[in-house]
Every structure is written in C-alpha cells, then in structure tokens.
C-alpha cells in the first residue's frame, strides 16, 4: 500500500473532506487543525491530500488531485518547498526511528515559516504523530500555533489526542475520524494484497478494528495464528509445557510479540467491556489492572529491548492470577 504523501485514494471519510472543503472555501480557513482518530484508518492519508489540494490551488470538493500532477509528483517524493513534515527521526547511532518527535525538529518548522512562500500560496505543516513530542518539542509548538503567520497551516495528525498540551488541543480545530467498516477495510485489503484468499481477507478484516494499517501488519505477521494463541491463552489456564511452547512460537515470529500484546490487549478490552455491560463487577477492575500492565510490559520490551519470551510468560501467568 502507497505511503500517505503518495497515496491517491481515500476511504471511508466523506464528512471530513466535506469539512475541509467548506472551511477552505469559507470566509477564513482556521490556521491549524487536529485530525484525530485511531492509527491505520487514513488521518495522515487526509492530511496529504489537503495538503495537496491546497498548495495546487485545486478546487474539487473530493479533494483529489491526479497523481500526474506536478504538486502531486513533488509532495509524493518530499520535494515540494512549501511543505514540511515533522515527525520522528531514525536515529543513525541507535539504528532505529526515536522514540519522541524532539525539539529540534519543531525548530525547523519556526524557520520554514518564516521563509517566504516557495511558489507563492500556502505554507503547510504536517505534524505527523503529533503524540510523540516531548515536552521541549510541544512547547516550542504551542509558541508557533500563538504566532501563526498568514497562509499558513498546521494539519496535526494524532491517535492520541489527549497526551498533547490542552493549551495546543484549544488552538486547533479538531477533526475527528472515524474506524473504518469492515466491508472497507476488505475491499482496501484486497486492492493491497489482491492474492489473500477471501475467507482470511474478512477474518483480518474483523480483527482489524477498523483500521487498514492494522490489518496490513496483521497479515505481514500472521496475525490470525497470533489471534488464535490470543484466545487459547484467554480460554483458561495451560499447562506449563503449552505457556513454553506459545512463548516460544511468539517469540521467533517476526515482530511477533508486538502482535501478541496488540491483540491480547484488544481482546481483554472486548471481553471486559461485553462483562460490564451484563453485569458490572468489582472483579472487572482486576481486568482493567491486567490490560495496564500488559500495555506496560510490551512498552518495556520495545523501549528496554527485554526477551519477548520472557514477557509472554510473564503474560500468561498473570492471566492465571483471580
């Protein structure tokens, strides 16, 4: 699937273009905007493509520019001279993307808008994870959403609306995206990978939550497998040997620990929130406990490279505790 700078199409999201159409053909086009929502359903996709619409001058309610387009070709390859994109970096020494969107990288925004516009329109900001900054980074874009210069525009894109400052979430216009149905996220499914039998298409599909990029990286790491371990582990206690055996299979899958706690988490989420609503418990906060601290050890195993195995089981036996 096309990377959002250089993806045409966009799904499932009309009401949002829709906003962003008349806000743009209004009287006064708000200067920044919080395009939120859950990851992998197309925030950063939308973000791209009124970008586009806006640096072409384009006019189509849809927002659709044509790939042959040369602000299309040029946003598509990073080239483009009135658009910047900040978002983390891959750190050369560490061989790996950061962890946060740092200081210096807002920076940089400060000085692009400062320069005069490249072919004469808008400036665009595309703040791509917006989650992710820390604290220095947040502050200096707080300083640049107070003192926003003309024909400029901030598109913040952030699954996580509420890590960021409230002083930045109160100076931007929200725009809230909605989970994919899964019809869509088939259809999007079968367009990217066109060779996926059907029967494992819908079955992604359910699992995905609403979200295409979810479902694109459960079928890279055999996400169904990892969703049938999921419910066995969640069905009831196992015997020593079977918590070994599981732990060893996440283990040695690519990225495979990473999709076990996704969709244990997912799955405990699901059960406790169908439990409450037939009959409340004080046993459920036990549950609500458990999806914290699975979210806790898979943060440590990214964050503190720990042995994935070792996590799995540090999973499992928690499942057993009452």
Not at 24 to 37: P, Q, V
Not at 240 to 254: K, V
Not at 269 to 279: D, H, Q, V, Y
């Amino acid at each position: 699937m096309l990377p959002p700078r250089a993806n045409p199409e966009l799904r499932g999201h009309d009401d949002a273009v829709a906003e962003l159409f008349r806000a743009a053909t209004g009287a006064r086009l708000h200067h920044a905007w919080l395009i939120a929502g859950p990851p992998g359903i197309g925030k950063a996709t939308l973000a791209f493509r009124f970008a586009r619409w806006l640096l072409a001058g384009a006019r189509t309610p849809d927002l659709s520019l044509p790939a042959r387009d040369p602000a299309f070709r040029r946003i598509a390859t990073g080239a483009h001279a009135d658009l910047l994109v900040i978002e983390r970096r891959y750190d050369e020494k560490r061989k790996r993307m950061q962890g946060e969107i740092v200081v210096d990288t807002v920076a940089a925004a400060g000085r692009f808008l400062r320069l005069t516009p490249g072919e004469g329109g808008w400036r665009v900001v595309i703040v791509d994870g917006a989650e992710a900054l820390n604290r220095n980074a947040a502050n200096a874009l707080l300083k640049l959403l107070e003192e926003p210069p003309a024909r400029a525009i901030w598109l913040l894109v952030c699954h996580a609306p509420g890590r960021l400052l409230p002083t930045i979430r109160s100076r931007c216009r929200r725009l809230d995206l909605d989970p994919l149905p899964a019809d869509t996220v088939s259809s999007l499914l079968a367009a990217a990978l066109p060779d996926l039998p059907a029967e494992r298409r819908t079955a992604l599909a359910a699992l995905a939550e609403g979200s295409i990029g979810r479902a694109l990286s459960l079928a890279d790491a055999d996400g169904l497998a990892l969703a049938g371990l999921v419910g066995e582990a969640l069905a009831g206690p196992l015997p020593p040997a079977r918590d070994a055996a599981i732990a060893d299979t996440i283990a040695r899958a690519d990225d495979g620990f990473a999709t076990f706690a996704d969709l244990l988490r997912a799955a405990l989420a699901t059960e406790t929130r169908a439990a409450a609503r037939a009959k409340p418990s004080p046993a459920l906060d036990g549950r609500a406990r458990l999806w914290q601290d699975f979210g806790r050890i898979a943060a440590e195993v990214d964050g503190l490279n720990l042995d994935p195995r070792a996590a799995v089981l540090t999973m499992l036996q928690l499942l057993r505790v009452p």
